[in-house]
C-alpha cells in the first residue's frame, strides 16, 4: 500500500516536471518566433524631477505583444529569455531600439529627456559589450545622456572588480549609469565607490519604508549619486521621499508605462496644467 502510494507520488511528480519543462520549451519556441515576427515594443514610464517638477526622461520597459495571449508581462518572459541565452538577443533588439529612437526625436526636434534601458546579466558580462555600444554611439550619433544603462545590483556585485572595469568602459563612451533594484542586493558598500555610477535606484519593495530610504539617499550624497525612485504610487510616498532628499520619481502616482506616442504627449502637458 506504502510502496503503492509512493509511486504514484513520484509519477504525479515526475508528470508535472515534465509539464513545466514542456512549457518552458514551448515559450523559448515562441520566444524566438517572436523576435523574428517583430513582436516586441517599448512602453515608456515616465521620470519626474523632485527639484523642477518636470519629466527627465523615462526607462524603456519591454512589451511582448503576442498573436494570441495580448500582451505578456516581462516578468514572465525575461526570466526563461535569460536561462535560455535569448536574453541576448532580446536585450540588442531593445539596445538598437532605443537608440533608433532617440535618433528620431533628435531629427524631429522632440525633446523630453533621456532614455533608460535595462541590461540583463548575461548582457553586461558579455566580453564585446563595450565595442558594441562604442558601436551604437556611433552609428546613432548617440550623445552624453542621451541613453542611460541600468544594471541591477545583484549583477554588479557578482564580480564588482569585473563590473567596475566595465562600468569604467561605459561611463567613457558617454552613457548615464544607474543601479537598479538598489537595496535588494546585499550589496558590499565598499565596492560602491568603485563604480563610475551616476544614479541609484530604490527597489520599490522598499520605497514607503522610511529608514531603507533614508539609508541609501545619505549614501548616495555622500558618493554624490543621484537617487530615483521606483515603484511609488502616492502623493504621501513622494512628499516624504522630497523630504529625504530623493531625486527623481518613477511610479503609478504621476503615469505607468506608456506607449511611444503616449509618453511623449504626457512629457509635453507635464505637469498639468503648465501650459507650454
Ligand atoms: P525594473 O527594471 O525594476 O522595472 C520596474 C518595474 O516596476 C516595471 O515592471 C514597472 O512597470 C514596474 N512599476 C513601475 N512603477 C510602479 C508602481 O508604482 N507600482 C508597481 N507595483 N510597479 C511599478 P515591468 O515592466 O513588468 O518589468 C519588470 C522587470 O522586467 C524590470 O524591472 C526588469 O528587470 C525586467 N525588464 C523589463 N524590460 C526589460 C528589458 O528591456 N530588458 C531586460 N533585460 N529586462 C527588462
Ligand atoms: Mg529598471
Ligand atoms: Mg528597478
Ligand atoms: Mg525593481
Not at 523574428?36 to 515616465?46: A, K, R
Not at 508581462?73 to 536561462?83: G, K
Not at 549614501?219 to 530623493?246: F, H, N, P
Request: charged fraction near 25%.
Amino acid at each position: 500500500q506504502a510502496k503503492e502510494h509512493g509511486k504514484n507520488k513520484y509519477h504525479l511528480y515526475s508528470r508535472s516536471i515534465q509539464a513545466s519543462i514542456d512549457r518552458r520549451l514551448a515559450l523559448e519556441v515562441q520566444l524566438r518566433k517572436a523576435l523574428q515576427n517583430e513582436e516586441f515594443l517599448l512602453h515608456f514610464q515616465p521620470k519626474v524631477d523632485i527639484g523642477s517638477g518636470r519629466v527627465v526622461g523615462a526607462e524603456a520597459l519591454i512589451r511582448w505583444q503576442h498573436p494570441e495571449h495580448g500582451m505578456v508581462s516581462p516578468a514572465l518572459f525575461i526570466p526563461v529569455a535569460e536561462e535560455t541565452g535569448l536574453i541576448l538577443e532580446i536585450d540588442k533588439w531593445v539596445i538598437r531600439a532605443a537608440c533608433r529612437e532617440v535618433e528620431r526625436r533628435r531629427t524631429l526636434g522632440i525633446a523630453c529627456g533621456s532614455i533608460a534601458i535595462n541590461l540583463s546579466a548575461r548582457q553586461f558580462s558579455r566580453s564585446t559589450l563595450c565595442a558594441d555600444m562604442a558601436e551604437m554611439v556611433k552609428r546613432y550619433r548617440l550623445q552624453p545622456g542621451d541613453i542611460e544603462i541600468e544594471i541591477t545590483e545583484s549583477t554588479v556585485m557578482g564580480n564588482p572588480a569585473k563590473a567596475a572595469e566595465i562600468l569604467q568602459g561605459l561611463r567613457a563612451l558617454g552613457f548615464t549609469l544607474a543601479i537598479d533594484d538598489f537595496g535588494t542586493g546585499y550589496s558590499n558598500l565598499a565596492s560602491l565607490k568603485n563604480f563610475p555610477i551616476h544614479t541609484l535606484k530604490i527597489d520599490k519593495s522598499f520605497v514607503q519604508d522610511p529608514a531603507m530610504v533614508r539609508a541609501i539617499i545619505q549614501l548616495a550624497i555622500s558618493y554624490r549619486l543621484k537617487t530615483v525612485a521606483e515603484g511609488v504610487e502616492d502623493q504621501e510616498t513622494v512628499a516624504m521621499l522630497a523630504t529625504m532628499g530623493c531625486d527623481i520619481i518613477q511610479g503609478f502616482v504621476y503615469s505607468k508605462p506608456l506607449p511611444l506616442d503616449q509618453f511623449i504627449d504626457f512629457a509635453h502637458r507635464f505637469p498639468p496644467g503648465d501650459a507650454r
